[in-house]
């Protein structure tokens, strides 16, 4: 049996990214249950992840020409299906909806087992180190929608 090897930044699947996390103590409220905003923590932890295993590097897009690039959250969408609970082994799942022109829209799930707790949807905007809008260059928006299927 061969052994893949682990990485802390996920991996890619055939529906895209896949990352997993515990649940801390420092991630609940006083009633032992996952505090709304700590979810927009594992939200970014799963996009960012994302984005490493394809093989952005965000430090190297903000001057890679002369406007740069910057991916910012424009909206998010989140419906709370189901609390997390100190120490659950969450799934973040991130997947490509659309990429083009300066925006990307992403789907993302949390997942305790086969539990869905939280399903989102993230406009993420594209910009230039000024904070104007700027296009996606058309070689990373193929790479964000290669392989990416609908969770």
Known sequence: ???????????????????????????TDFSGLVYHARYLHFLERGRTDYLRCLGVEQRELVGADEE?????????????????????????????????????????????????????????????AKGRPRRLPETLAIKFLEGSKPL
Do not use: C, W
């Open 1 to 27: 049996m061969t052994e893949r090897p682990f990485s802390i930044s996920g991996e890619l699947t055939e529906a895209g990214h896949r990352l997993v996390q515990r649940v801390y103590y420092e991630d």
């Open 68 to 128: 740069g690039l910057v991916f910012v959250v424009h909206r998010m969408e989140i419906d709370f299906k189901s609390p997390a609970r100190m120490d659950d082994v969450l799934t973040i799942l991130t997947h490509t909806e659309k990429a083009g022109g300066a925006k990307m829209v992403l789907n993302q799930q949390i997942r305790s087992g086969e539990t869905l707790l939280i399903a989102a949807k993230v406009i993420i905007a594209v910009i230039n």
